[in-house]
Antibody
Framework: QVQLLQSGAEVEKPGASVKVSCKTS????????ISWVRQAPGQGLEWMGR????????NYDLKFEHRVMMTVDTVTRTAYMELRSLRSDDTAVYYC????????????WGQGTLVTVTS | QSVLTQPPSVSGAPGQRVTISCTGS?????????VHWYQHLPGAAPKLLIY???NRPSGVPDRFTASKSGTSASLAITGLQAEDEADYYC???????????FGGGTKLTVL
């Protein structure tokens, strides 16, 4: 079955960077893009962007486009999301998810990675 | 704030029917882009409930149905059960943002 296994919780200081990984299995990796979604405490889901696992094309939400980088390693079937210049309001659970179709629904989700930004 | 507007909360008694609306604009739902729905239980990953406006993934009960009209969409849940208590989100693509976006979420309380 499809599985997305994310890296563990991180604690970072303001101004630092964090890189979250999402290791996938159970499907054709290059056939489905991967989106990243976050949820801050007490807030709703927020789409951050997506990456094509076919050609590495990315689409980033305007809010993050200057601070985020999404990459994939097709050999290890792993997606990565790096967020730079962290602020306290970046404290959130970060999810990776496979796209059903490009920029459409998110079919399978990782378990989430808590990133806490604190001085 | 989200450009897909959902009511913050809805509630219903077991066995009843509730609906959750998702109101967008001519750059997202009204432009013909598909709407998808997710159920999010506390401490768990979101779960795809409806994709492509009306389609249920395998394993999702037929108590969950959805529709879309004009610049809005809605999710209906019939035969409410205690296990349905969760947050529900709509999602669509927005051409002015050139990206996907979620509604603000609706908390469903089963009385």
């Amino acid at each position: 079955q499809v599985q997305l296994l994310q890296s563990g919780a991180e604690v970072e200081k303001p101004g630092a960077s964090v890189k979250v990984s999402c290791k996938t299995s159970g499907y054709s990796f290059s056939s489905h893009g991967i989106s990243w979604v976050r949820q801050a405490p007490g807030q709703g889901l927020e789409w951050m962007g997506r990456i094509s696992t076919h050609n590495d094309d990315t689409n980033y939400d305007l809010k993050f486009e200057h601070r985020v980088m999404m990459t994939v390693d097709t050999v290890t079937r792993t997606a990565y999301m790096e967020l730079r210049s962290l602020r306290s309001d970046d404290t959130a659970v970060y999810y990776c998810a496979t796209e059903g179709e490009e920029l459409e629904w998110l079919e399978h989700w990782g378990q989430g990675t808590l990133v806490t930004v604190t001085s | 704030q989200s450009v897909l507007t959902q009511p913050p909360s809805v509630s219903g008694a077991p066995g009843q029917r509730v609906t959750i609306s998702c109101t967008g604009s001519n750059s997202n739902i009204g432009a013909g882009y598909n709407v998808h729905w997710y159920q999010h239980l506390p401490g768990a990953a979101p779960k795809l409930l409806i994709y492509g406006n009306t389609n249920r993934p395998s394993g999702v009960p037929d108590r969950f149905t959805a529709s879309k009209s004009g610049t809005s969409a809605s999710l209906a849940i019939t035969g409410l059960q205690a296990e349905d208590e969760a947050d529900y989100y709509c999602q669509s693509y927005d051409s002015s943002l050139s990206g996907s976006l979620f509604g603000g979420g609706t908390k469903l309380t089963v009385l």
